[in-house]
């Protein structure tokens, strides 16, 4: 009767973590709805007001159409080797961009992704450089002019505006083979008086575009201030603060999701002021302003700035960090870990070029590193059959000493160094073990090259597994709620962990045995929304480890039979135990 009350305890709180599980990743990590974002977006009231504070003022924003949008003004073209888009003349507005080598989704003919949009439609996200003169900022309805109409690797295009009052103001675009465009601002005073500039640049966007801001990767705003990452703030943050300035020199800032970035770098050597702003209605912006400067008459100030906008590939951003930007390659929260992680994607990448399937490549890496990690689960099953066999001996040990725990500690030490065992041996295995395999399950999480690689019936290994027990794997035409979407590398999960757990012979009262048992398919449930690719390595490693296990038991019998028979004791007590 006890057990069976036990059992109804354990099950009920196992649902009840299932379900606060599932509320807790639908409030905290909600899923973006696209919907129409309308918002006001002025900083103060007066706009002449917040520049002449240093706060750079926006107009208000309303929903419009995309297409609508982009067709409904003077443009010119931005074709590179991986970017294409426009930048729109009026305001001199970097607000159409899309990534060639990717694509919004995984069918043959889809779109390329698009991480640039103009501001009021639902996907907006946009970049501006421009300038404060005299503490007032140039206005968003000044039509530019230019000198061409494609920006293209060697074909910068320069952008003038004629201020008034004899000031020039020109914004000189390039653009590398890659995702980072040059802006080089330049103010010419040919006036009779002294004027004072400020150039600026900002990225602005909606948050409901956002990826999953998740334990292992940030998602929302972020920076590099005094050489140091900061992933701390996210947007209910800045939403909260309204404006959060970091501390540090600016270093560069913007926002990041998984797989994408927009990221503002200042001149070299400078230090401007560095916001986020919440602008209300799910709008943000990441401001750079540079110090005032003082432009004497017959005189010309030119301040360099740049701004990345593309996909979180590690060898481009490590590559821009070693032209020096600094933390650069961090825009990937590799976190703690990856002096591991950078290793085991560079090997991931080489075995998918050798393999040519991105799920082969992840089986095969996971049974590398469980290759490499075998002489240390060899160590720690060694040192365990090395306590399982001097069992008997401690135990005399306590009963003799049970009332001088002293005495007891020192016996028992005496007793470890007389059978040459160490009692920590076999923790410090599974503590080295860790670190490595958290750090191929984040690999796989932040790999940009996982991205619509398919595998067997999966056409994308960075979503969840399509096929779901619910809909009859595809043929029913529905989609069940993700609480309740078990697909059939979740049933994997589980069937393989529950196979772990049985193939141990650990004694454990009834109370764990029902734990253990229920324990699987809880986290059947649990990992069964995440990435099919995460879930692909976790089924490859339970069943390596249900190989290892066989093995290492066949290696050490005595262990085996030590625990049957410690398992079958504590079984007869529960039973003497029971009426």
């Given at each position: 009767?006890?057990?069976?009350?036990?059992?109804?305890?354990?099950l009920t709180l196992s649902l009840a973590v299932l379900i606060g599980w599932q509320w807790a990743m639908?409030?905290?990590?909600?899923?973006?709805?696209n919907?129409?974002?309308?918002?006001?977006?002025?900083?103060?009231?007066?706009?002449?007001?917040?520049?002449?504070?240093?706060e750079i003022g926006e107009s208000a924003?309303?929903?419009?159409?995309?297409?609508?949008?982009?067709?409904?003004?003077?443009?010119?073209?931005?074709?590179?080797?991986?970017?294409?888009?426009s930048i729109a003349v009026g305001g001199a507005m970097i607000d159409d961009i899309v990534l060639k080598d990717y694509a919004a989704s995984p069918d043959g003919d889809s779109e390329p992704v698009r991480i640039f949009a103009p501001r009021g439609t639902d996907v907006q996200q946009y970049a501006q450089f421009g300038f404060l003169v005299n503490g007032a900022k140039i206005s968003d309805d000044v039509l530019w002019e230019s000198d061409g109409d494609t920006l293209s690797v060697g074909n910068p295009v320069t952008l003038r505006h004629d201020a008034g009052n004899g000031v020039l103001l020109e914004q000189t675009y390039s653009i590398d083979e890659n995702y980072m465009i040059t802006v080089e601002q330049a103010v010419s005073n040919?006036?009779?008086?002294?004027?004072?500039?400020?150039?600026?640049?900002?990225?602005?966007?909606?948050?409901?575009t956002m990826s999953d801001d998740f334990f292992i990767a940030h998602s929302g705003p972020i920076g590099s201030f005094g050489q140091a990452v900061e992933y701390g703030y996210d947007y209910s943050d800045v939403e909260e603060e309204r404006k959060v300035s970091p501390s540090g020199t600016t270093d560069w800032l913007g926002f990041t999701d998984i797989y994408w970035l927009a990221a503002l770098v200042p001149q070299a050597g400078t230090d401007p002021d560095a916001t986020f702003r919440s602008l209300g209605g799910d709008l943000y912006r990441a401001d750079m302003i540079y110090d005032p400067v003082r432009v004497e008459a017959g005189r010309k100030v030119t301040t360099t700035s740049r701004l990345f906008a593309g996909a979180k590939d590690s060898e481009i951003l490590d590559a821009y960090q070693d032209a020096g930007i600094p933390q650069f390659g961090?825009?990937?929260?590799?976190?703690?870990?990856r002096w591991f992680e950078k290793p085991f994607l560079w090997l991931l990448k080489n075995i998918f070029a050798l393999v040519g399937n991105f799920g082969v490549a992840i089986i095969i890496l996971t049974i590398i590193v469980r290759g490499l990690m075998f002489p240390i689960a060899q160590k720690q099953f060694a040192s365990m059959a090395a306590m399982k066999a001097i069992q008997p001996k401690m135990k005399k040990l306590q009963e003799r000493h049970k009332d001088d725990k002293v005495k007891q500690q020192q016996e028992m030490q005496k007793l470890f160094k007389e059978e040459q065992v160490n009692p920590l041996a076999g923790c410090l295995p599974l503590i080295l073990q860790i670190p490595i395999f958290f750090a191929l399950y984040k690999v796989l999480y932040l790999a940009i090259e996982m991205r619509h690689q398919?595998?067997?019936?999966?056409?994308?290994?960075?979503?969840?597994?399509?096929?779901?027990?619910?809909?009859?794997?595809?043929?029913?035409?529905?989609?069940?709620?993700?609480?309740l979407a078990?697909?059939?590398?979740?049933?994997?999960?589980?069937?393989?962990?529950?196979?772990?757990?049985?193939?141990?012979?650990s004694a454990m009262d009834p109370v764990q045995q029902q734990v253990f048992s229920i324990m699987p398919w809880v986290l059947m449930f649990i990992m069964a929304p995440f990435a099919a690719g995460l879930l692909l390595y976790w089924v490859t490693s339970n069943v390596l480890t249900l190989a290892q296990q066989k093995y290492l038991y066949s290696k050490h019998p005595q262990l085996k039979a030590a625990a049957e028979k410690e398992k079958a004791e504590k079984a007869a007590e529960a039973a003497e135990a029971k009426p």
């Open positions: 009767m006890e057990n069976s009350r036990n059992f109804v305890l354990v639908d409030h905290f990590y909600p899923q973006p709805d919907v129409p974002v309308t918002a006001e977006t002025v900083d103060t009231p007066a706009e002449a007001a917040a520049a002449a504070s240093g924003a309303t929903s419009v159409d995309l297409e609508s949008s982009l067709g409904a003004a003077e443009r010119i073209r931005i074709d590179s080797p991986k970017v294409a888009g040919r006036g009779e008086n002294g004027i004072v500039a400020q150039p600026f640049g900002l990225v602005g966007r909606t948050s409901t961090l825009a990937i929260d590799w976190g703690w870990f398919n595998f067997l019936w999966i056409e994308d290994l960075s979503a969840p597994d399509p096929a779901t027990i619910l809909n009859l794997f595809g043929l029913l035409p529905f989609t069940p709620p993700s609480f078990i697909g059939i590398l979740a049933v994997l999960l589980g069937v393989t962990m529950w196979l772990t757990f049985k193939l141990n012979p």
